[in-house]
T-cell receptor, first 113, second 110 residues
Framework: DVKVTQSSRYLVKRTGEKVFLECVQD?????MFWYRQDPGLGLRLIYF???????EKGDIPEGYSVSREKKERFSLILESASTNQTSMYLC????????????FGQGTRLTVV | RKEVEQDPGPFNVPEGATVAFNCTYS??????FFWYRQDCRKEPKLLMS???SGNEDGRFTAQLNRASQYISLLIRDSKLSDSATYLC???????????FGQGTELSVKP
């Protein structure tokens, strides 16, 4: 059974804290993604990575950074959490080949207070 | 203009109805197209891929119109269990980047 696992389902952090969201996949996928999902705005791409140590900015990278030191792990970092980063964060992975399905983790609901 | 745009929701339909969702995309070089389903408080899951010739899976039919840059999803004989948000997904031509529409909420009533 294929799996994308996010480290936490629910997280509460204080403004200004450094926050790490971890994502691990066991399918040997090249591509990994971080999205945030907000009501009325859908899924918005923060960053994606198509290989180890490779990353590209998505539509809303401001306030975030990422790390991909190993193929199976893609970390999202909030350098200094702010209340407007309260959201549902979803990690996904997919293979590089065309027309292939992307698999999602269960999501992390982050609240910044 | 958003890269991928969907019909605004919500769609409220009775059981047994036929409902259609449309989605337009702006990048003419886009290569792959999908419909995902997302249940409340759950992660998105693949419903079906969309092929150039159109494809069907039971009560679900997906079509692609490259000339007009839109894809569609038709659901026949709606069931209560079809209630969910349906997400249109396009893969851009570079590196497999997944781009989502904002989603359309469907509510099927008895």
């Amino acid at each position: 059974d294929v799996k994308v696992t996010q480290s936490s389902r629910y997280l509460v952090k204080r403004t200004g804290e450094k926050v790490f969201l971890e994502c691990v996949q066991d399918m040997d996928h090249e591509n990994m993604f971080w999205y945030r999902q907000d009501p009325g705005l859908g899924l918005r791409l923060i960053y994606f990575s198509y290989d180890v140590k490779m990353k590209e900015k998505g539509d809303i990278p401001e306030g975030y950074s990422v790390s991909r030191e190993k193929k199976e792990r893609f970390s999202l970092i909030l350098e200094s959490a702010s209340t407007n980063q309260t959201s549902m964060y979803l990690c996904a992975s997919s293979a590089m080949i065309q027309n292939t399905e992307a698999f999602f983790g269960q999501g992390t609901r982050l609240t910044v207070v | 203009r958003k890269e991928v745009e969907q019909d605004p929701g919500p769609f409220n339909v009775p059981e047994g109805a036929t409902v259609a969702f449309n989605c337009t995309y702006s990048n003419s070089a886009s290569q792959s197209f999908f419909w995902y389903r997302q249940d409340c408080r759950k992660e998105p899951k693949l419903l079906m891929s969309v092929y150039s010739s159109g494809n069907e899976d039971g009560r679900f039919t997906a079509q692609l119109n490259r000339a007009s840059q839109y894809i569609s999803l038709l659901i026949r004989d709606s069931k209560l269990s079809d209630s969910a948000t349906y997400l249109c997904v396009v893969i851009a031509n570079q590196g497999g980047k997944l781009i989502f529409g904002q989603g359309t909420e469907l509510s099927v009533k008895p």
